[in-house]
């Protein structure tokens, strides 16, 4: 899924020693960027062919597999394939050679050395290359999958090649939407919500039942409210479901990111006769003000002011709430009421 770039250099972060933490700090706002100069570009190359700890190294690749090189610089990056000692930069420049539009069956013995290895990451990206130069064999397609995390459009780039008809993606997502491996579920999560279909929204509700990990959750959310012409009815039902349940959690989310849409659902549940129901109607006012308080809200809404009114609106029942409700709902509706008060301020 959205926000893909600063979680990736986040985790790279985490693991990185002092000097070479400076140096890939140094480095993100170049790394980040949408769009760059053919200038920067080739900085970014060098950074990536003169680095020597793995995580500058893997994230200067992973940067220009989104942003490739020109033709030109394809000399450069097989010289590292065949005369670097360093495996992360042989498999990542074969990789980024796939990205800049060349198929060389060639790579494909480089990029088995990541397919074969422990790094789910740099399989994810070597995948997503060896799907394009070998898109008849569907062995790493959930590699691929999880690949969307951190390149959507590598990813897609292979999956078309791999997946020749709608129904062959969806059979993939799906089989990935159960993998034991909570990132490749977020990913196959995050990539059905862009399906806009009934199969898909199925699916993210099924999975919505039993999901606990919270950011598979938080992926199953954005796709069921960016499907909500189809799950919308059902997540509202959802909220009657104890709010200690994982499921509960994921619907409240589902609703806060669907924004305005919601509002009304979320004013008809406050005032309902379920316990539960008011509980998770109150959370998703508070993830509504919390997804409208955010700089990216824009993914979410088209009309943050209007949805800002509407959701302040529910005020008058939250208030009610906090007054008459025993203490969980009053912490709830506390946590909402103050959540809404940002936005004000």
Not at 297 to 315: C, E, N, P, Q, V
């Amino acid at each position: 899924m959205k926000k893909t770039a600063i979680l990736f250099c986040a985790a790279l972060l985490a693991a990185v020693t002092a000097p070479a933490q400076t140096s890939l700090q140094n480095a993100l706002p170049l790394l980040q960027k949408n769009t760059r100069t053919a200038a920067e570009t080739q900085q970014v190359l060098q950074l990536f062919r003169s680095a020597k700890d793995p995580d500058t190294v893997f994230a200067a690749g992973a940067s220009l597999v989104k942003i490739p090189p020109s033709k030109t610089m394809e000399p450069a990056l097989f010289n590292l394939i065949l005369k670097s000692d360093d495996p992360l930069k042989q498999t990542f420049s074969a990789v980024i050679v796939t990205a800049m539009g060349s198929s060389y069956e060639e790579l494909i013995p480089v990029l088995q050395e990541a397919l074969n290895g422990k790094n789910a990451l740099l399989r994810a990206y070597a995948a997503g290359a060896y799907g394009i130069i070998n898109p008849e064999d569907k062995t790493y397609v959930q590699d691929v999958i999880l690949l969307y995390i951190y390149d959507p459009d590598f990813a897609i780039r292979a999956m078309n090649l791999l997946a020749k008809e709608a129904k062959d993606l969806f059979k993939y997502l799906k089989q990935a939407s159960s993998s034991q491996d909570p990132q490749t579920r977020a990913a196959a999560a995050a990539w059905l919500g862009t399906l806009h279909s009934e199969d898909a929204a199925k699916q993210l509700l099924k999975r919505a039942k039993t999901e606990d990990d919270p950011d598979v959750q938080a992926q199953l959310a954005t796709g069921l409210a960016e499907d909500r012409a189809y799950t919308l009815e059902t997540v509202v039902k959802g909220l009657r479901q104890d709010y200690k349940s994982p499921a509960a959690n994921t619907y409240a989310l589902a609703l806060g990111f669907m924004t305005g849409n919601a509002v009304e659902p979320i004013r008809q549940a406050l005032a309902g006769s379920n316990q539960n129901e008011r509980i998770n109607a109150a959370r998703a006012a508070a993830y509504m003000a919390g997804v409208l308080s955010n700089p990216d809200a824009f993914h979410f809404t088209s009309d943050r002011a209007f949805d800002i009114g509407l959701l302040k609106s529910l005020i008058p029942q939250l208030k009610v709430l906090s007054k008459t409700g025993n203490d969980t709902l009053r912490l709830y509706a506390d946590n909402a009421l103050r959540q809404i008060e940002k936005l004000m301020i």
